[in-house]
Protein backbone atom coordinates (compact mmCIF):
# COMPACT_ATOMS: atom_id res chain seq x y z
CA UNK A 1 0.00 0.00 0.00
CA UNK A 2 1.41 3.45 -0.77
CA UNK A 3 1.17 6.54 1.38
CA UNK A 4 2.95 9.83 2.20
CA UNK A 5 4.26 11.42 5.15
CA UNK A 6 4.68 15.26 5.53
CA UNK A 7 7.44 15.92 8.31
CA UNK A 8 5.90 19.73 9.81
CA UNK A 9 2.72 20.42 9.43
CA UNK A 10 3.20 24.27 9.65
CA UNK A 11 6.67 26.15 8.29
CA UNK A 12 7.37 30.08 9.20
CA UNK A 13 10.25 31.36 6.61
CA UNK A 14 11.00 35.06 6.08
CA UNK A 15 10.23 36.63 2.48
CA UNK A 16 13.37 35.91 0.30
CA UNK A 17 14.60 32.84 2.63
CA UNK A 18 14.72 29.55 1.32
CA UNK A 19 11.33 27.40 1.21
CA UNK A 20 11.93 23.37 2.23
CA UNK A 21 8.75 21.37 2.59
CA UNK A 22 9.56 17.59 2.95
CA UNK A 23 7.59 14.83 1.79
CA UNK A 24 8.35 11.13 2.01
CA UNK A 25 6.88 8.28 0.55
CA UNK A 26 6.33 4.38 0.85
CA UNK A 27 5.23 2.41 -2.47
CA UNK A 28 5.53 -1.01 -3.62
CA UNK A 29 5.88 0.07 -6.87
CA UNK A 30 7.50 2.78 -8.79
CA UNK A 31 5.84 6.04 -7.34
CA UNK A 32 4.22 9.01 -9.77
CA UNK A 33 4.32 12.07 -6.80
CA UNK A 34 2.71 15.02 -6.92
CA UNK A 35 2.94 18.65 -5.34
CA UNK A 36 -0.41 20.21 -5.07
CA UNK A 37 -0.70 23.85 -3.51
CA UNK A 38 -3.96 25.29 -1.84
CA UNK A 39 -4.35 28.83 -1.24
CA UNK A 40 -7.18 29.91 1.30
CA UNK A 41 -10.46 29.18 0.47
CA UNK A 42 -9.42 27.44 -2.82
CA UNK A 43 -9.23 24.23 -4.80
CA UNK A 44 -5.98 22.31 -5.17
CA UNK A 45 -3.82 23.46 -7.93
CA UNK A 46 -0.64 21.27 -9.28
CA UNK A 47 2.79 22.49 -8.68
CA UNK A 48 4.76 19.88 -10.26
CA UNK A 49 4.71 16.08 -10.80
CA UNK A 50 7.27 13.07 -11.00
CA UNK A 51 7.19 10.92 -13.78
CA UNK A 52 10.02 9.22 -13.42
CA UNK A 53 11.64 11.25 -16.53
CA UNK A 54 13.53 13.09 -14.63
CA UNK A 55 14.64 13.03 -10.94
CA UNK A 56 14.32 17.26 -10.54
CA UNK A 57 11.08 18.52 -11.61
CA UNK A 58 10.78 22.21 -12.04
CA UNK A 59 6.86 23.66 -11.72
CA UNK A 60 4.92 26.62 -11.49
CA UNK A 61 6.11 29.64 -9.49
CA UNK A 62 9.93 28.99 -9.42
CA UNK A 63 9.15 25.74 -7.08
CA UNK A 64 10.88 22.36 -7.93
CA UNK A 65 11.03 19.25 -6.14
CA UNK A 66 14.29 16.08 -6.30
CA UNK A 67 12.75 12.35 -6.21
CA UNK A 68 15.42 10.40 -4.19
CA UNK A 69 14.57 6.68 -4.50
CA UNK A 70 17.15 5.77 -1.57
CA UNK A 71 15.73 7.99 0.70
CA UNK A 72 12.33 7.90 -0.84
CA UNK A 73 12.06 11.34 -0.63
CA UNK A 74 10.36 13.97 -2.90
CA UNK A 75 10.76 17.62 -0.66
CA UNK A 76 9.35 20.85 -2.50
CA UNK A 77 11.96 23.99 -2.59
CA UNK A 78 12.32 27.48 -3.78
CA UNK A 79 14.89 29.56 -3.53
CA UNK A 80 13.24 32.66 -2.03
CA UNK A 81 9.95 32.57 -0.75
CA UNK A 82 7.38 35.08 -1.77
CA UNK A 83 4.50 36.47 0.20
CA UNK A 84 1.93 35.49 -2.00
CA UNK A 85 3.38 31.87 -1.56
CA UNK A 86 1.77 31.58 1.83
CA UNK A 87 -0.91 28.71 1.13
CA UNK A 88 -0.82 24.70 2.31
CA UNK A 89 0.73 22.59 0.42
CA UNK A 90 0.15 18.60 -0.42
CA UNK A 91 2.27 15.59 -1.25
CA UNK A 92 0.25 12.98 -2.73
CA UNK A 93 1.29 9.87 -4.41
CA UNK A 94 -0.74 8.31 -7.21
CA UNK A 95 -2.76 4.98 -6.02
CA UNK A 96 -3.92 4.25 -9.76
CA UNK A 97 -6.40 6.02 -12.39
CA UNK A 98 -7.10 9.42 -10.26
CA UNK A 99 -7.02 8.29 -6.98
CA UNK A 100 -4.47 10.07 -5.09
CA UNK A 101 -3.17 9.69 -1.81
CA UNK A 102 -2.50 12.59 0.08
CA UNK A 103 -0.28 13.67 3.38
CA UNK A 104 -1.55 15.62 5.65
CA UNK A 105 -0.46 18.82 4.38
CA UNK A 106 2.04 21.46 5.53
CA UNK A 107 0.88 25.23 6.05
CA UNK A 108 2.92 27.48 4.51
CA UNK A 109 3.68 31.11 6.48
CA UNK A 110 6.07 33.91 4.94
CA UNK A 111 6.85 37.29 6.91
CA UNK A 112 8.09 40.19 5.46
CA UNK B 1 -13.50 28.24 -18.71
CA UNK B 2 -15.41 26.83 -15.70
CA UNK B 3 -13.26 23.31 -15.29
CA UNK B 4 -14.85 21.34 -12.26
CA UNK B 5 -18.38 23.53 -10.20
CA UNK B 6 -19.35 22.07 -7.08
CA UNK B 7 -22.71 23.42 -5.78
CA UNK B 8 -23.54 24.79 -3.08
CA UNK B 9 -20.43 25.96 -1.46
CA UNK B 10 -21.77 26.65 2.03
CA UNK B 11 -24.29 24.25 3.68
CA UNK B 12 -25.20 23.64 7.17
CA UNK B 13 -27.07 20.35 7.54
CA UNK B 14 -29.36 19.35 10.85
CA UNK B 15 -28.16 15.74 12.23
CA UNK B 16 -30.39 12.77 10.08
CA UNK B 17 -31.16 15.32 7.05
CA UNK B 18 -30.05 14.13 3.76
CA UNK B 19 -28.59 16.23 0.69
CA UNK B 20 -26.92 16.08 -2.71
CA UNK B 21 -23.09 17.69 -3.23
CA UNK B 22 -23.31 18.83 -6.82
CA UNK B 23 -20.24 18.32 -9.58
CA UNK B 24 -19.91 19.21 -12.95
CA UNK B 25 -16.86 19.07 -15.10
CA UNK B 26 -17.19 20.78 -18.81
CA UNK B 27 -13.65 18.96 -19.61
CA UNK B 28 -15.07 15.40 -20.63
CA UNK B 29 -12.77 13.99 -18.34
CA UNK B 30 -13.61 10.13 -18.02
CA UNK B 31 -12.28 10.24 -13.81
CA UNK B 32 -14.24 11.90 -11.57
CA UNK B 33 -13.86 11.56 -7.90
CA UNK B 34 -14.81 13.12 -4.58
CA UNK B 35 -12.10 14.02 -1.40
CA UNK B 36 -13.32 15.13 1.77
CA UNK B 37 -10.50 17.30 4.15
CA UNK B 38 -10.49 17.28 7.52
CA UNK B 39 -7.42 19.28 9.54
CA UNK B 40 -4.38 17.60 9.80
CA UNK B 41 -5.54 14.17 7.76
CA UNK B 42 -5.06 16.18 3.95
CA UNK B 43 -7.52 14.60 1.57
CA UNK B 44 -9.35 11.18 1.96
CA UNK B 45 -10.81 9.81 -1.18
CA UNK B 46 -14.18 9.22 -0.65
CA UNK B 47 -16.09 7.58 -3.94
CA UNK B 48 -14.10 7.67 -7.39
CA UNK B 49 -15.61 6.91 -10.92
CA UNK B 50 -13.89 5.94 -14.08
CA UNK B 51 -16.53 6.56 -16.51
CA UNK B 52 -20.45 6.91 -16.83
CA UNK B 53 -22.08 4.10 -15.09
CA UNK B 54 -19.25 3.11 -12.83
CA UNK B 55 -18.29 3.50 -9.36
CA UNK B 56 -16.48 2.32 -6.66
CA UNK B 57 -15.71 3.21 -3.35
CA UNK B 58 -12.51 5.09 -1.57
CA UNK B 59 -11.29 5.29 1.50
CA UNK B 60 -13.95 6.33 3.56
CA UNK B 61 -17.15 5.63 1.40
CA UNK B 62 -19.44 4.94 4.50
CA UNK B 63 -22.60 7.07 4.87
CA UNK B 64 -21.94 8.56 1.17
CA UNK B 65 -23.64 7.50 -2.13
CA UNK B 66 -22.80 8.22 -5.38
CA UNK B 67 -23.75 7.65 -9.24
CA UNK B 68 -22.68 8.28 -12.36
CA UNK B 69 -25.27 8.80 -15.20
CA UNK B 70 -23.00 11.26 -17.46
CA UNK B 71 -19.45 11.94 -18.03
CA UNK B 72 -20.17 15.92 -17.15
CA UNK B 73 -21.68 14.71 -13.54
CA UNK B 74 -21.07 13.27 -10.44
CA UNK B 75 -22.65 14.01 -7.42
CA UNK B 76 -22.56 13.53 -4.13
CA UNK B 77 -25.70 11.98 -1.43
CA UNK B 78 -25.40 11.85 2.17
CA UNK B 79 -28.43 9.80 3.28
CA UNK B 80 -28.66 10.60 7.07
CA UNK B 81 -26.21 13.24 7.83
CA UNK B 82 -23.38 13.15 10.95
CA UNK B 83 -22.11 15.39 12.86
CA UNK B 84 -18.70 13.06 11.54
CA UNK B 85 -19.51 14.45 8.21
CA UNK B 86 -18.78 18.01 9.09
CA UNK B 87 -15.98 18.51 6.63
CA UNK B 88 -14.78 20.25 2.94
CA UNK B 89 -15.67 18.41 -0.06
CA UNK B 90 -13.61 18.42 -3.06
CA UNK B 91 -14.58 16.89 -6.31
CA UNK B 92 -11.91 16.59 -9.09
CA UNK B 93 -11.61 15.20 -12.22
CA UNK B 94 -8.99 13.97 -14.76
CA UNK B 95 -8.45 12.83 -18.10
CA UNK B 96 -5.88 9.50 -19.36
CA UNK B 97 -6.34 6.45 -17.19
CA UNK B 98 -1.88 7.03 -16.41
CA UNK B 99 -1.05 7.32 -13.30
CA UNK B 100 0.21 10.54 -13.83
CA UNK B 101 -2.49 12.70 -14.78
CA UNK B 102 -3.23 15.58 -13.33
CA UNK B 103 -6.22 15.61 -10.98
CA UNK B 104 -8.41 19.18 -11.66
CA UNK B 105 -10.03 20.14 -8.22
CA UNK B 106 -13.73 22.07 -7.73
CA UNK B 107 -13.45 25.32 -4.86
CA UNK B 108 -15.31 22.78 -2.46
CA UNK B 109 -18.21 22.40 -0.35
CA UNK B 110 -18.05 23.35 3.09
CA UNK B 111 -20.37 21.46 5.41
CA UNK B 112 -21.20 21.74 8.79
CA UNK B 113 -23.70 18.92 10.40
CA UNK B 114 -25.04 20.11 13.29
Known amino acids: AQSVTQLGSHVSVSEGALVLLRCNYS??????LFWYVQYPNQGLQLLLK??????LVKGINGFEAEFKKSETSFHLTKPSAHMSDAAEYFC??????????FGAGTRLAVHP | NAGVTQTPKFQVLKTGQSMTLQCAQD?????MSWYRQDPGMGLRLIHY???????DQGEVPNGYNVSRSTTEDFPLRLLSAAPSQTSVYFC?????????????FGQGTRLTVV
Open chain 2, 92 to 104: ASSDAPGQNTEAF
Open chain 1, 27 to 32: SSVPPY
Open chain 1, 50 to 55: YTSAAT
Open chain 1, 92 to 101: AVSGGYNKLI
Open chain 2, 27 to 31: MNHEY
Open chain 2, 49 to 55: SVGAGIT
